[in-house]
């Protein structure tokens, strides 16, 4: 039997998380090579010394302001030039999220998560959203959005209004990032998450796996995310949904063991952040959700929709969780 030298081809030891530490594309890559119930096993050993293994966090997302988006991410149902079904909304009224954050919040929903389709908020859309913010922390609800890009003062107009978080995915490598959206940088992404910290406020921000890219690509987000000072707090980690009318509507799907793989990379290199399934649930099986539970992942989104996919339904959720053991936080 052929063993993996320890010594040259695993990355170093997560016992004893050391913030200054930096790991490189390598190290990860090394991690995806693992034997797959090798890598679980540490992963887990990892997620237990940080995390109750049988807890998980259940946000909603909830769409306030859906389509019409500038951009043209090659995933994305809501930008402006693609053909889609998704229509163009205006932003919701109110006493709309307010009933929605409470629906969620009656489900078991912990965290409260608003998105809205642009490029970046104007001040006066951005008055209207910190209006949200206010009333669904009155709720007992950990708040958050994701709005696109901030322009300087926004993110500290956020805190003031009681953010808790504020999600902006990498989406992917940057090296692979310009073959999914043109009409920005992976560098304006680094840019807002650095106002968000400033500004005191939680970062939730992770990538979409299955969008084409290669493994050492998938690596690469991964230690991009794991180096940012301190890693984000929460890291979603969305399987693509292909949507017709995008570009990357014809990607052929992701092999589920190395979206395994990618949670359990993902709670090694970041130990102490929820690793959260987001897009793509709907069509994993209760077998493969319970793998990336193994593997680290500790949170979910929970409801009927993602902005504007399909997710699983509360019912089936709470019936899996019964299954698993598994508690809500």
Known sequence: MNAIPQATTLPREDSAPDRAARWTVS???ALYQQPLMDLIFRAQQVHRRNFDANEIQRSTLLSVKTGGCSEDCGYCSQA???????ERETLLPLDEVLAA???????????????????GPKDKDLAKVSEMIRAVKGLGLQTCVTLGML????????KEAGLDYYNHNLDTDASFYGQVITTHKHADRIDTLGQVREAGIKVCSGG??????????????????????????????????????????????IDNFEFVRTIAAARITMPESFVRLSAGRQAMSEELQALC???GANSIFYGDKLLTTSNPEADR?????????????
Do not use: H
């Open 27 to 29: 190290e990860v890559e």
């Open 80 to 86: 402006a030039r693609y053909n889609t079904e998704t």
């Open 101 to 119: 954050a409470q629906a969620a919040k009656d489900k078991g929903a912990s965290r409260f998560c608003m998105g809205a389709a642009w490029r």
């Open 151 to 158: 322009k300087e003062g926004q993110a500290s107009e956020l």
């Open 208 to 253: 979409i796996i299955g969008m084409g890219e290669s493994r050492r690509n998938r690596a690469a987000l991964i230690v991009q995310l794991a180096n940012l000072n301190p890693p984000p707090e929460s890291v979603p980690i969305n399987n693509l949904v292909p949507i017709p009318g995008t570009p990357l509507a014809d990607v052929a799907p």
């Open 293 to 295: 539970f193994l593997a």
């Open 317 to 329: 959720d709470e019936a899996l969780f019964e299954k698993l053991g598994l508690r809500p936080i």
